[in-house]
T-cell receptor, first 108, second 113 residues
Framework: KNEVEQSPQNLTAQEGEFITINCSYS?????LHWLQQHPGGGIVSLFM???GKKKHGRLIATINIQEKHSSLHITASHPRDSAVYIC??????????FGPGTSLSVIP | GAVVSQHPSRVICKSGTSVKIECRSL??????MFWYRQFPKQSLMLMAT?????????EQGVEKDKFLINHASLTLSTLTVTSAHPEDSSFYIC?????????FGQGTRLTVV
């Protein structure tokens, strides 16, 4: 069964802290997405990865295909980063499976 | 980069009415689009796969007569929730496939009162 797991489930950080959210999956994939979901539900696509590393502002996403693992890092975290972060994995059979999400709260 | 636009972002409707949600690929043609639903405190789950010019493929447990999907062009797929009931209140999101990648819409929060 193809599964996507995320850790931690919930995370509270102090403003300025470096944050890491992890995603692991069970079988080979075509691509992996990191999504940000705000309290109102709106989704923002942060990254799409098939290999290596991407950086956008304070956000960094990495993927290790051999280990079937991806990480999302937030440097110098800010309260506006508070959201649910979702890892979405596209498997070879052309469907996307979403991880359960990581709820991040950054305290001033 | 590729953009998928979903409209509306929020909608409130009365029980028994129908609601249409649009998903557009703005700068690419998408032969395949996907519709997902998210229940409170749960992850997004695939509802159906929409292929341009053919009938949608629904996941087990999803009522095809209630959730009508139309993919009439390479840039537009629509999801119509027919005879909506409060239990249909949820967050719906689409994604469009381009090659090996999938691009997500912003999502639609549906509230049925």
């Amino acid at each position: 069964k193809n599964e996507v797991e995320q850790s931690p489930q919930n995370l509270t950080a102090q403003e300025g802290e470096f944050i890491t959210i992890n995603c692991s999956y069970s079988v080979g994939i075509s691509a992996l997405h990191w999504l940000q979901q705000h309290p109102g539900g709106g989704i923002v696509s942060l990254f799409m990865l098939s290999s290596g590393k991407k950086k956008h502002g304070r956000l960094i996403a990495t993927i290790n295909i051999q280990e079937k693992h991806s990480s999302l890092h937030i440097t110098a975290s800010h309260p506006r980063d508070s959201a649910v972060y979702i890892c979405a994995v596209r498997f070879s059979y052309d469907k996307v499976i979403f991880g359960p999400g990581t709820s991040l709260s950054v305290i001033p | 980069g590729a953009v998928v636009s979903q409209h509306p972002s929020r909608v409130i409707c009365k029980s028994g009415t129908s609601v249409k949600i649009e998903c557009r690929s703005l700068d690419f043609q998408a032969t395949t689009m996907f519709w997902y639903r998210q229940f409170p405190k749960q992850s997004l789950m695939l509802m159906a796969t929409s292929n341009e010019g053919s009938k949608a493929t629904y996941e087990q447990g999803v009522e095809k007569d209630k959730f009508l999907i139309n993919h009439a062009s390479l840039t537009l797929s629509t999801l119509t929730v027919t005879s909506a009931h409060p239990e249909d209140s949820s967050f719906y999101i689409c994604s469009a496939k381009q090659g090996m990648f999938a691009f997500f819409g912003q999502g639609t929060r549906l509230t049925v009162v």
